[in-house]
């Protein structure tokens, strides 16, 4: 069975500072796909990022920026220079690489970025 | 863009009703999924379908059934509404392996209160 775990429940920051959330996984298959998700308080599920289990290469995007550690099974996330922009619920996500596509979800991470 | 609609933000339902979720997607999408999300539990699967009239349990199927008469409308059905189904309800769709595979488009979500 496929599991998430995003142990921090509410994180908050001054904004400007940097902050990483943890998502650690749990999966017997050998090919997956990981994801996050940002829901803002308007409710909406956002894409940031797929990665696929073969692909190890850290990613940044802007100020986002995702480590992927097989060996630990983790796929931390990190915000620099955060900004009040930022504050949202964020969760972490894992599926199959093939068949129905359907996604584990963590129990999320509330961010809060305080001006 | 891709756009998955649902048929109300909010609704408000009394215990013993029959209570229909309508979700609408835009893209030609294979796969769509119904998630209900809850504090603290993040977002949990209630049933899929990877085509029209087929359709599959997720991990929380009880209380619940589907409908997809049509490949761009997914229903889902709360034969006799309980108080513990109060929850916020995301619908979401994939390309299959056609197109968009494996990442998943969102809808913005219908909260319901049964009251």
């Known amino acids: 069975a496929q599991k998430v775990t995003q142990a921090q429940t509410e994180i908050s920051v001054v904004e400007k500072e940097d902050v990483t959330l943890d998502c650690v996984y749990e999966?017997?298959?050998?090919?997956?796909?990981l994801f996050w998700y940002k829901q803002p308080p308007s409710g909406e599920l956002v894409f940031l990022i797929r990665?696929?289990?073969?692909?190890?290469q850290n990613e940044i995007s802007g100020r986002y920026s995702w480590n992927f550690q097989k060996s630990t099974s983790s796929f931390n996330f990190t915000i620099t220079a955060s900004q009040v922009v930022d504050s949202a619920v964020y969760f972490c996500?894992?599926?199959?690489?093939?068949?129905?596509?359907?996604?584990?979800f963590g129990t999320g991470t509330r961010l809060t970025i305080i001006p | 863009d891709v756009k998955v609609t649902q048929s109300s933000r909010y609704l408000v339902k009394r215990t013993g009703e029959k209570v229909f979720l309508e979700c609408v997607q835009d893209?030609?999408?294979?796969?769509m999924f119904w998630y209900r999300q809850d504090p603290g539990l993040g977002l949990r699967l209630i049933y899929f379908?990877?085509?029209?009239?087929?359709?599959e349990k997720g991990d929380i199927p009880e209380g619940y059934s589907v409908s997809r008469e049509k490949k761009e409308r997914f229903s889902l059905i709360l034969e006799s509404a309980s108080t513990n189904q109060t929850s916020m309800y995301l619908c979401?769709?994939?390309?299959?392996?056609?197109?968009?595979?494996?990442?998943?488009?969102f809808g913005p979500g219908t909260r319901l209160t049964v009251l």
């Open positions: 979401a769709s994939t390309g299959g392996v056609r197109r968009h595979y494996n990442e998943q488009f």
């Open positions: 379908s990877y085509d029209v009239k087929m359709k």
């Open positions: 996500a894992l599926s199959e690489a093939f068949g129905n596509e359907k996604l584990t």
């Open positions: 990665r696929n289990s073969f692909d190890e």
């Open positions: 893209m030609d999408h294979e796969n």
């Open positions: 999966t017997r298959d050998t090919t997956y796909y």
